[in-house]
């Protein structure tokens, strides 16, 4: 179950409860060197399963070990661990240089400056370093978070829900600073609710929903399983009917329905070639073509139809 070479954390029949709420259900995987992904809807027990994983929270039975050791109160470990926790947790007051500074300072970091300038440099925040973080926006405050949890080069980086409030061009830079660090041996476990976030950034993946683990696994495996099922697509147009016509000719579609908004929703086993020929059936009929896009990317959909397999 590990994404390659030998496992660096390990979660064996681990589940936390609290009260009468099960949040982590018997949940046993590893995770090995390189970039895996968590994905989960939102409430699927992943930050909770995470906080275990870097000593926050204990387990209420089974076990965690991080590269060999357990993970509960050991605070040497922890200065080999970095986390960015999803809620942000920063003070306003201070710059962005001001909280690299002081995570360094908690990890016991010799030479505090330099290790800053190389976090910060990381994720491109050198010239914004000395303004204040009440003053950032969501997606520069996230990466300086996210310089705040490398600043003492981590063997383990865990980071839930990384990618909030970043623009496309940041979850690119995000992306490259992962796999530079993959590739210098790291182990990276990113968590999301969203499918596309971690697709392009981890083969490697765990599923999880109400608290147990669904799936684990290559990625473009799981995904090619889900080709025996009809997608559905929504597709706007200004004459929809006649387009229907047109698409229910082409031996990917299933069906084609009109919704109550007047949208088309289509279910076909092709997606890529539906879209690619919907333009031009769409031109040839004289129709106005406004929107296409998935109805099933959800993870909620994903999990579903795992769960039901």
Partial sequence: MSAGGDPTISVSDVSKWFGNVVAVNEVS?????????????????????????????????????????PVRDNPELYRRLGFMPERETVYPFLTGRELVEMSAKLNGMANVSDSVDRAIAMVGLEDAQRRRLGAYSRGMRQRMRLAAALVHDPDVIVLDEPLNGTDPRQRM??????????????????????????????????????????????????????????????????????????????????????????????????????????????????????????????????FEYMVER
Avoid: W
């Fill in 29 to 69: 995987l590893q995770v090995a060197p390189g970039i895996t992904g968590l994905l989960g809807p939102n409430g699927a027990g992943k930050t909770t399963l995470l906080y275990m994983i870097v000593g926050l929270a204990g387990c209420s039975r089974g076990e965690v070990t991080v590269l060999g050791e």
């Fill in 173 to 302: 830079e995000f992306q490259d600073s992962m796999e530079r660090l993959a590739a210098s041996g790291k182990t990276i476990l990113v968590s999301s609710h969203i499918l596309e976030e971690v697709e392009t950034l981890a083969s490697r993946i765990l599923l999880m929903i109400s608290g147990k683990l669904a799936a684990s696994g290559d990625f473009r495996a799981i995904r090619a399983a889900l080709d025996e099922r009809a997608y559905q697509i929504r597709v706007v147009a200004s004459e929809p009917r006649r387009l229907a016509a047109s698409i229910l000719m082409m031996d990917s579609v299933d069906s084609a329905s009109i919704a109550d908004d007047g949208s088309l929703i289509v279910y076909s086993r092709n997606v890529s070639e539906l879209q690619l020929a919907l333009p031009r059936l769409a031109r040839e009929s004289g129709i106005r073509l406004t929107r296409v896009e998935p109805m099933d990317e959800s993870l909620e959909s994903l």
